[in-house]
């Protein structure tokens, strides 16, 4: 079956750091760059990062840069997302997303709540 | 970066009425211009890819067009399963950009 698991949310608190992980199956993992989207409640989707199949091509939006690190583990064919100094703003649903290279695969997401 | 606008922001229809949703772009992205469509609860799930072309298993009742900074979505017939919010989103360069989303409701 083609797709894509998040894991790894959770309840954190402000200045905590966290690791997502992301399993894909049913398709050639190697061949595909992989992105992460995430979603605060009530809100709209926001795009947080991408990995290049390579790993030679990283790219994060402003709002988690500096704080956030992508890296992927094709032998395993698993995506991570760690994010550091973690901002009540943080609190989302956070998704793993094939970049096809349009988002045609998505998971159920992970929620991840930044609360003292 | 690029932003996405999305009019509008909420648009009241009934089944059977054809729904256009509009998406403008600060600055030129072709037509490199997805859309998705949400229902709560759930991961979107992509309609159209390539400003027009529709996605494998997207019901023929969605369309998109436009190039450039204009892009619109249009459901021809509304159906039931049609309630939902719509994103449009450019994949032209980083940051890749979302418009706010257009919630379509009864």
């Known amino acids: 079956q083609v797709q894509v698991v998040e894991s790894g949310g959770g309840v954190v608190q402000p200045g905590g750091s966290l690791r997502l992980s992301c399993a894909a199956s049913g398709f050639s993992f190697s061949n595909y760059g992989m992105h992460w989207v995430r979603q605060a409640p009530g809100k709209g989707l926001e795009w947080v990062a991408f990995i290049r199949k390579d790993e030679n091509k990283k790219e994060y939006a402003e709002s988690v840069k500096g704080r956030c690190t992508i890296s992927r583990d094709n032998s395993k064919k698993m995506v991570f997302l760690e994010v550091n100094n973690l901002e009540t703003e943080d609190t989302a649903v956070y998704y793993c997303?094939?970049?096809?290279?349009?988002?045609?695969?998505w998971g159920q997401g992970t929620l991840v709540t930044v609360s003292s | 970066d690029i932003q996405m606008t999305q009019s509008p922001s909420t648009l009241s229809a009934s089944i059977g009425d054809r729904v256009t949703i509009t998406c403008r772009a600060s600055q030129t992205v072709f037509r490199y211009l997805a859309w998705y469509q949400q229902k709560p609860g759930k991961a979107p799930k992509l309609l159209i890819h390539t400003a027009s072309s529709l996605e494998s298993g997207v019901p023929s009742r969605f369309s998109g067009s436009g190039s450039g900074t204009e892009f619109t979505l249009t459901i021809s017939s509304l159906q039931p399963d049609d309630f939902a919010t719509y994103y449009c989103q450019h994949f032209y360069n980083f940051p890749w950009t979302f418009g706010q989303g257009t919630k379509v409701e009864l």
């Open positions: 997303v094939k970049d096809d290279p349009v988002f045609s695969l």
